[in-house]
């Protein structure tokens, strides 16, 4: 980084032409930037051209500051290649003014305080697995790829893993199996740490420790008030840390993860086929299965109903966290004869690498949820709805979609109590609970009304059985919820008002609220629902 000197009025004035809400006081901006070793005054984009628009000001002053390694230019390549690297097409068509690559934590403190000086806003890309518009990518603001904050190593007693947000989950499986640990972490390869972990985080091993929120030993975060980066944990900003946990992007930008670690990395599991025959039978299994996870939580499960290529298929995902063959506790599913198998043992990180391959980019992608009381007539009753709707998918030109089943067992709600518990406002009482989620894939923004609406319309059907039958359950699962749903409402009122006033606390300007309007905010969904 260069170190610049000079004056403080050039800086005020350039902000003050720029007439902008939502700020500390441009002062300590500088201030805390001048601690930073940038000294805002010797920036000639900083300290003048009013004509020109924040954003441009702000990737000027980026380059300036950190030469053009760090800073992706409009219209390049590398810039293509980038845009062209999220997973679904609506993040790729967003353009940001520039992208900044960040390489040390306090690159990241720098941007968020330029972006208050400039009110650029921005969006903070990890793996970029979101589905929806401007989730991670920033509509001609600054997009911050966190690819080069990309640390993997382990304490001295390899009881703690940190990690960087610039990983994704194959990457942190396969640094840590050569140390024979892992981690709570993403089910594929190529999903990014930091949104996992903001906002939940379902793993091969939840059953034995929980979702991965719950086994964050600290998050390091960026101040908005001053750039500094503060440590959350039990002990330390312990409101911020259970802030954290669930409250997405809304308190800070986590530069580094410190998470427990666990012996062994080593599952058995695969993918059973069954036809529309057996569906009754594989309902049947997977409520069995999710009512025992108290009795084997080496288990896990999830069980997608879709049509592939003019079949209705169920396929389950099966798992066990060793190696062992035919475990007592999938007996139902074994009972329940099955189209095809590709059980096999292989270390988290294969089988992370296997499903990955299975995950097509560049579509146009929507995730849609809702959860409700595990109940088995229930269950039935939303399988024959929505063989009743995949037809419709189908007459959508290349579309596809599935219907998946996962449960939030009492062992996972138990382990959501720890180190002062989460912000997602679940307990047992709650539990087991059915998490319903849609995945849509099409090609083409012709598409989009049809399966958005007929998703919803879907949800709203099966919300209004599930109240009449006294099995609503509220909590909206921020990673697979889409952008016309409000997640934190569905945490709870309390919850909500907490969140807020934490949020008021660590960031009183409402910095990454407002300067970074993508994902789930805490008073709204993404968008509004047209539907
Ligand atoms: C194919 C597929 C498989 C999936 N499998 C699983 C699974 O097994 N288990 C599960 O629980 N979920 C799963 N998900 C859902 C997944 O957890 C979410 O999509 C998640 O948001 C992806 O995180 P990301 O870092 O890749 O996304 P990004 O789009 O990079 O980020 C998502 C949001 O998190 C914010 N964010 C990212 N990093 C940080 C940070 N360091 N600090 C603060 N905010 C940050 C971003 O700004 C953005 O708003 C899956 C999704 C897909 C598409
Ligand atoms: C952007 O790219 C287009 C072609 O892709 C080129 O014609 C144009 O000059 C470029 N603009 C800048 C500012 O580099
Ligand atoms: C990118 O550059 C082009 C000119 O090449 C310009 O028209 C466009 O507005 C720029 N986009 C952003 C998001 O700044
Ligand atoms: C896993 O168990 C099978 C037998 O069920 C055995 O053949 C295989 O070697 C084991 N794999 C490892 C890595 O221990
Ligand atoms: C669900 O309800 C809506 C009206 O609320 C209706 O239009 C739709 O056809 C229903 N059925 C399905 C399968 O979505
Ligand atoms: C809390 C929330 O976002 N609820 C929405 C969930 O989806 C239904 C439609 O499926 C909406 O009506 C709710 O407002």
Redesign the pocket.
């Known amino acids: 980084m260069k170190f610049l000197k000079e004056t403080v009025l050039a800086v005020c004035a350039a902000t003050q032409a720029l007439a902008l809400p939502s700020q500390a006081p441009p002062g300590e901006i500088q201030t805390a930037l001048a601690n930073l070793g940038v000294d805002v005054a010797t920036i000639p984009q900083l300290s003048g051209n009013p004509t020109e628009n924040g954003c441009q000001i702000a990737c000027n002053a980026l380059s300036h500051i950190h030469g053009s390694e760090k800073v992706i230019a409009n219209n390049t390549t590398a810039y293509q290649s980038i845009t062209h690297s999220y997973w679904s097409a609506q993040q790729g068509e967003v353009k940001p003014a520039c992208i900044f690559a960040p390489t040390v934590d306090t690159d990241v403190s720098i941007v968020i305080l330029l972006s208050q000086l400039t009110q650029c806003p921005f969006a903070a890309k990890s793996g970029g697995h979101a589905a929806f518009s401007g989730a991670s990518n920033s509509q001609g603001g600054i997009t911050i790829l966190f690819r080069d904050l990309n640390e993997i190593t382990l304490n001295e007693d390899r009881s703690v893993a940190s990690i960087g947000p610039g990983n994704n989950w194959g990457q942190v499986y396969k640094a840590l199996e050569r140390h024979d640990v892992t981690v709570v972490g993403g089910r594929m390869s190529d999903i990014g740490v930091g949104g996992l972990l903001t906002g939940g985080g379902i793993s091969y091993c939840s059953n034995l420790y929980g979702w991965a929120l719950d086994n964050v030993e600290s998050f390091e975060v960026v101040s908005a008030i001053d750039g500094n980066i503060l440590t959350a944990s039990a002990t330390q900003h312990p409101d911020l840390y259970w802030a954290l946990r669930g409250g997405g992007n809304n308190f800070g930008l986590v530069t580094k993860f410190n998470l427990y670690t666990f012996p062994g990395s ?1 599952l058995r599991g695969g993918t059973r086929v069954f036809s529309e025959d057996q569906f009754s039978n594989v309902i049947s299994a997977f409520v069995d299965v999710a009512e025992k996870a108290n009795d084997d939580p080496n288990a896990q499960q999830y069980v997608m109903f879709a049509n592939l290529g003019g079949t209705n298929v169920a396929s389950a995902e099966l798992t066990y966290a060793q ?1 062992v ?1 035919n475990p007592a506790i999938f007996e139902t599913y074994h009972a329940t004869p099955a189209i095809s198998d590709s059980t096999s ?1 292989r270390t988290m990180s294969q089988y992370a690498d296997d499903g990955a391959a299975q995950d097509p980019y560049g579509m146009r992608d929507v995730f849609w949820n809702r959860s409700y009381k595990l109940d088995e007539d229930f269950a039935n009753w939303v399988v024959k709805l929505w063989l009743a709707v995949l037809p419709r998918i189908s007459s959508i030109s290349n579309a596809m979609a599935g219907l998946t089943f996962q449960a939030i067992t009492d062992p996972i709600l138990e382990k959501m109590t720890r180190a002062g518990g989460n912000a997602l406002g679940l307990d047992e009482s709650n539990g087991p609970i059915l998490l319903l989620h849609v995945l849509g894939m099409w090609n083409g923004a012709s598409g989009d009304d049809a399966i958005y609406r007929l998703i919803n319309d879907f949800f709203a059907n099966v919300t209004a059985e599930a109240d009449s039958r006294g099995l609503g359950n509220k909590f909206i699962y921020m990673n697979y919820a889409s952008h016309v749903q409000d997640v934190i409402a569905s945490y709870g009122a309390d919850n909500k008002a907490k969140l807020q006033k934490i949020a008021s606390k660590y960031d009183p300007a409402g910095v990454y609220q407002t300067l970074q309007p993508g994902h789930f905010k805490l008073t709204r969904s993404p968008v509004p629902n047209p539907y």
């Open positions: 080593l190696n063959s043992s």
